[in-house]
C-alpha cells in the first residue's frame, strides 16, 4: 500500500486564467532556443557558430567544467543567432527549423538490459541528460556521482499549473521506458510521487521500478523539495536527483526510438490569455505566435514557469528547458490612491489585514486578478512567525535566510541549506511583508557553497 | 486624485538625487508613498507579491490601539472631575470628560510623533533609507503607557533617547532588541521618577493630590482601592491607555483576527500570569501574594502590556517555540515582581524589557534543538 504524506503547511494561491484542458498543435514551427541561462551555474562552450546546420540532436554547446555534458539541438534546421548578455555570456542560441526531420539516431535499446555506465553515456550523448537535475544546488546531475534516490513529482500546486495526467496523457509506454533508464542510475529509490485523492491514469499508477507515494496539502505540497524533505532529507555531502514527468518521457522516448524529440505539452495561461489552453511544442520553442494570437493587451509581462518562481522572457521569448507553463499576467506599474488603507475586498493576501482575507475564508473558490506590483517597498524583515505556516520543511526559514544574509556559511550548513532551493522559499517571498528578494538570497548563498567545494 | 498625482509627479525631481531638495529624498518618498502606494514591479524572484506591506501591518497596530486610546482620553476627564466632586458618576458629563482628557493627551502624542518622526526620517535619510513605519505604532504606545502628568519636554526627551538608543543605534526598525514605547518609559521612570510614579501623578490636576492612587499602589496598603468591576472597565487612574480592560481586548480581537500580532505570546503571558499567581496563592504570606489571579489581570498595565507590548514581533522570541517560553516567563515575571517587590508592584514593563533581553537567548536555544536533529540524522545515514 502506497504511503500517504500530508504537508499540513503551505498556501494554494487561486489566481484567474487556468488552462482548458484542449491542446492546440501550431501549424508552422517557429524558431526554437536553447538557452545557457536555464542552468544554474552553467558556463557553455559553443559547439556551433551562426549559419551552421544542425539535426535534432546535434550538441550546440557543452558544460565547460565538464565536457560530456552536451545540450543538443531540439530540431532540425540551422542556428540563426547566438545571442549574448552581459559580459559576452551566451543567453540563447536559436535554431530555426528547415522543416524536414532530420535527427541523429542514438539508437533503440532497453534501459533494463543495458548497464549504468551505457545508460549515462547514451543520455549524456544525445543531450537528455541536462533533464536529470540534481539537490543541493539545483544544477544539471553530475554524471560522475550517484544520487541516493531520484525523485519525481507527478504533481505541481502551483499557481496556474498544468495537470501533468493530461500533459503525459498516451505516453505512458515512453515514461515507463524513461522510469526504468532513471532505476539504473541509483543505487538507491525513485520515487514517484502523486497527488492524493485524484483520478490517475495508468500512465502515474501502474508505473513500475518505482516507489509510489501519495501526497496531500497545499502548495508546495507538489514542489519535488517538499517531498524530498519528507522521503529522503538530503544531509551534508549526499544529492539527490529530480525531473519532471514529462521530461522523464522524452528520455524514455530516447531509448524507444532512438532519437531525440523533446516535444512536449504546456499550458498558456494567466490573466492576459484570451483562451488559456494547452499547447504541444518543442523544448525551448518562441512563444511569439501563440502570444500574438491569444494575447491582445500591451503591458503584459510574459513569464516561462509559474508566477512564483518563473523567468521573465517576453512576449518574444523562448520557452524555459524545464518548464510546461507560460503565465501571462498584467505589469502593475501603476499608482494606487492611499492604497495601504483601502479595504481591499479584491487584494489577495495571505495575511487577514484585507477584508477579502475575511471574505476568502467563506468563499474558497474565489479567484484572484493579480499584477506584478511590489506592493510597498523593502523593509526590514519586521514580522515573525508568518514564513513557518507555509514553509514545510523541519527548517527554521528566518534563521536560515539571515545566516544567508549576512553570509554566515557554518550557520546555513547547520539550519538546512542544503535541503533548500529558492523554489522553496518562494510562497516566503511572496506573502514577506518587507519584500526581501528571498530567492535571490537562496539562490546567491547556494551558489557561493557549490563554488567552496 | 489625478491632479496630486500630477502635482506629485512634477515635483518629485527635485527631491531625487542631484535635486534641489535631495536631502528630504526620504522624507518625500514617505509622503510620496503614504498618498500613493508605489508603482515598482517585481524584478527578481516571485512576480506576484502579497498585497500587504509593512505600512498595513503597522495601521492595523494604531487602529487596534484607538479603543484603548479613546477610553484613556475619557477615562482623564473622568478621573479629573471625579477628585473635584466625589458624586461625579461616570455617566455624568460624557463629552466633558473626553473632551478634557483629549486636550490633555493630544498634546502628548503630538511631541511623542513629532519627536520620534523627526528622529526617522533624519536615519533614513542619512542611510539612504526608506522610512521605516515601526514608528507608527510607537508614537502611540508612548503615550498610552505614560501618566497624563508627565511633563511634554520629558516625553520629548523620552522619545529621542528610545528612539536613537533604543532603535537606531542598532540600525532602526527590525534591529531592535528592546521594545521603544516600553524603553521609553523605562527611561523616564529611572531618570525622572517623580514623574513617573506616587500617587500624585495619575490624576490631571487633583482637587487632593492623596487621591489618585492607582489600584496596584494601593495594596502596599493592604487592600485594593478599587473593586474588581471598576478595574474591568477601566474607572480608575492610571496610565492614559492601560486602564480599561474591554478596549485592549478589542485591540487584541483586531490584532489576532488580522494575525498581526501572535496569539501564542498573548495565551503564553496569561498561562503564565495565572499560574504564577495561583502558586503564590498557596503559598501566601502578602495581601499581593494571596490576591486572585483575575485581580492581576485587570490591575496595572497587564493587559496593555499583554496585548500591545509583549506581542512586539522585532523584540519578542521569533520562533514558535520560543514564543511560548518567551511569554510564559512574561507572565511569571510579572506576578514574581508584583508580589515580592511591594515598593514597585508594577512588574509589566520591567518583565517585558527583561524578557526582551533573553529573547534571543530562547531562540538559540531552541534554534540549537533543531541543528542538533540535523546532525544526527547526518550521523545515522553515514
Not at chain 1, 138 to 147: E, I, K, L, M
Not at chain 1, 194 to 223: C, D, M, Q, T, W
Not at chain 2, 81 to 86: A, M, N
Not at chain 2, 255 to 280: E, Q, Y
Request: one cysteine or more.
Amino acid at each position: 500500500m502506497p504511503e500517504l504524506i500530508k504537508i499540513r503547511k503551505g498556501l494554494d494561491i487561486s489566481i484567474v486564467g487556468a488552462a482548458e484542458k484542449i491542446v492546440v498543435r501550431q501549424e508552422t514551427l517557429g524558431s526554437c532556443a536553447l538557452k545557457p541561462t536555464d542552468f544554474v551555474g552553467l558556463t557553455p562552450r559553443l559547439l556551433v557558430a551562426e549559419g551552421d546546420s544542425v539535426q535534432a540532436g546535434t550538441p550546440l554547446f557543452c558544460d565547460k567544467a565538464d565536457e560530456q555534458i552536451l545540450f543538443t539541438s531540439p530540431v532540425s534546421g540551422t542556428v540563426t543567432a547566438i545571442t549574448r548578455g552581459e559580459r559576452r555570456a551566451i543567453t540563447e542560441v536559436v535554431v530555426t527549423p528547415d522543416g524536414s526531420s532530420a535527427y541523429v539516431d542514438f539508437g533503440t535499446a532497453d534501459p533494463l538490459a543495458l548497464t549504468r555506465e551505457q545508460i549515462v553515456e547514451k543520455l549524456l550523448q544525445s543531450g537528455t541528460w541536462p533533464y536529470l537535475r540534481q539537490r543541493p544546488f539545483g544544477t544539471v546531475a553530475n554524471p560522475r556521482q550517484t544520487p541516493k534516490a531520484i525523485v519525481i513529482s507527478a504533481f505541481d500546486t502551483a499557481p496556474l499549473a498544468p495537470d501533468y495526467d493530461f500533459l503525459l496523457h498516451g505516453r505512458g509506454a515512453d515514461f515507463q521506458t524513461g522510469l526504468d533508464a532513471l532505476s539504473r542510475l541509483t543505487d538507491g529509490t525513485v520515487y514517484l510521487n502523486l497527488k492524493y485523492k485524484e483520478n490517475f491514469s495508468g500512465v502515474f499508477r501502474n508505473s513500475k521500478n518505482v516507489k509510489i507515494s501519495y501526497f496531500s496539502g497545499k502548495h508546495p505540497a507538489g514542489n519535488v523539495g517538499t517531498q524530498i524533505s519528507r522521503l529522503c532529507p538530503i544531509n551534508k555531502g549526499e544529492t539527490v536527483w529530480f525531473a519532471n514527468p514529462q521530461d522523464v518521457a522524452i528520455i524514455g522516448h530516447l531509448f524507444n526510438t532512438g532519437r531525440y524529440n523533446p516535444e512536449k505539452i504546456i499550458a498558456f495561461a494567466g490573466q492576459g490569455v484570451k483562451n488559456p489552453r494547452y499547447y504541444h511544442l518543442l523544448a525551448g520553442a518562441c512563444i511569439e505566435d501563440i502570444a500574438n494570437e491569444q494575447v491582445q493587451q500591451e503591458n503584459m509581462r510574459f513569464i516561462s514557469g509559474n508566477v512564483l518562481t518563473g523567468s521573465n522572457i517576453g512576449r518574444d521569448g523562448y520557452l524555459g528547458f524545464y518548464d510546461n507553463l507560460v503565465s501571462v499576467i498584467p505589469e502593475g506599474d501603476d499608482y494606487e490612491f492611499m492604497g495601504w488603507l483601502a479595504p481591499g475586498l479584491k487584494k489577495l493576501s495571505f495575511s487577514h489585514t484585507f477584508l477579502s482575507g475575511f471574505f476568502n475564508t467563506l468563499n474558497i473558490n474565489k479567484k484572484y486578478a493579480v499584477n506584478t506590483n511590489l506592493h510597498g517597498g523593502r523593509r526590514a524583515l519586521v514580522q515573525t512567525g508568518k514564513f513557518e505556516q507555509v514553509f514545510p520543511f523541519d527548517i527554521y526559514p528566518m534563521q536560515l535566510l539571515k545566516a544567508c544574509i549576512v553570509g554566515d556559511i557554518e550557520q546555513m550548513e547547520a539550519l538546512g541549506i542544503y535541503e533548500v532551493e529558492p523554489e522553496d522559499f518562494a510562497l516566503c517571498e511572496f506573502i514577506d511583508v518587507s519584500k526581501t528578494d528571498i530567492q535571490r538570497i537562496i539562490r546567491d548563498s547556494l551558489e557561493t557553497l557549490r563554488k567552496e567545494c | 486624485m489625478s491632479r496630486l498625482r500630477t502635482f506629485i509627479d512634477k515635483i518629485k525631481p527635485n527631491f531625487e538625487k542631484g535635486g534641489r531638495f535631495a536631502k528630504l529624498h526620504s522624507t518625500f518618498d514617505a509622503f510620496e508613498t503614504f498618498a500613493y502606494t508605489p508603482n515598482t514591479v517585481t524584478r527578481t524572484g516571485s512576480h506576484i507579491r502579497d498585497a500587504v506591506d509593512l505600512k498595513r501591518t503597522m495601521i492595523v497596530v494604531v487602529i487596534a490601539l484607538i479603543p484603548a486610546l479613546l477610553f484613556g482620553m475619557w477615562n482623564v476627564g473622568y478621573q479629573h472631575f471625579r477628585t473635584l466632586d466625589p458624586a461625579f458618576s461616570a455617566a455624568s458629563d460624557i463629552w466633558g470628560c473626553f473632551w478634557y482628557g483629549f486636550l490633555k493627551v493630544l498634546p502628548i502624542i503630538i511631541v511623542s510623533y513629532v519627536t520620534g518622526l523627526a528622529i526617522e526620517f533624519t536615519f533614513a535619510q542619512i542611510r539612504g533609507h526608506e522610512v521605516n513605519e515601526g514608528f507608527l505604532a510607537t508614537g502611540l504606545l508612548i503615550p498610552l503607557v505614560l501618566p497624563v502628568t508627565i511633563p511634554l519636554w520629558q516625553v520629548a526627551v523620552a522619545t529621542a533617547f528610545a528612539v536613537i538608543i533604543g532603535k537606531e543605534a542598532f540600525g532602526g526598525t527590525g534591529m531592535n532588541f528592546v521594545n521603544p514605547a516600553l524603553l521609553a518609559r523605562a527611561f523616564l521612570f529611572f531618570a525622572y521618577p517623580s514623574s513617573m510614579s506616587g500617587n500624585s501623578v495619575w490624576v490631571s490636576e487633583p482637587a487632593d493630590a492623596l487621591t489618585g492612587a492607582t489600584p496596584l499602589a494601593s495594596m502596599l496598603d493592604g487592600h485594593c482601592s478599587a473593586s474588581l468591576a471598576d478595574m474591568f472597565w477601566g474607572f480608575v487612574p492610571g496610565s492614559v491607555g492601560e486602564t480599561c480592560v474591554p478596549a485592549i481586548l478589542l485591540g487584541a480581537l483586531l490584532l489576532l483576527v488580522t494575525g498581526v500580532a501572535s496569539w501564542r505570546i498573548m495565551v503564553a503571558v496569561l498561562a503564565g500570569a495565572i499560574g504564577t499567581s495561583l502558586m503564590f496563592n498557596v503559598i501566601g504570606g502578602s495581601p499581593m501574594a494571596e490576591l486572585p489571579f483575575y485581580y492581576h489581570l485587570v490591575m496595572g498595565g497587564f493587559a496593555f502590556g499583554c496585548v500591545f507590548m509583549a506581542t512586539d514581533p522585532v523584540t519578542a522570541a521569533q520562533t514558535n517555540v520560543g514564543k511560548w517560553i518567551y511569554g510564559f516567563l512574561i507572565g511569571f515575571l510579572v506576578i514574581l515582581i508584583r508580589v515580592k517587590n511591594s515598593a514597585y508592584p508594577e512588574g509589566m514593563m520591567l518583565a517585558i524589557l527583561l524578557m526582551n533581553v533573553f529573547a534571543p537567548l530562547i531562540d538559540y536555544i531552541v534554534v540549537w534543538f533543531n541543528i542538533r536533529k540535523r546532525t544526527r540524522r547526518k550521523a545515522i545515514n553515514n
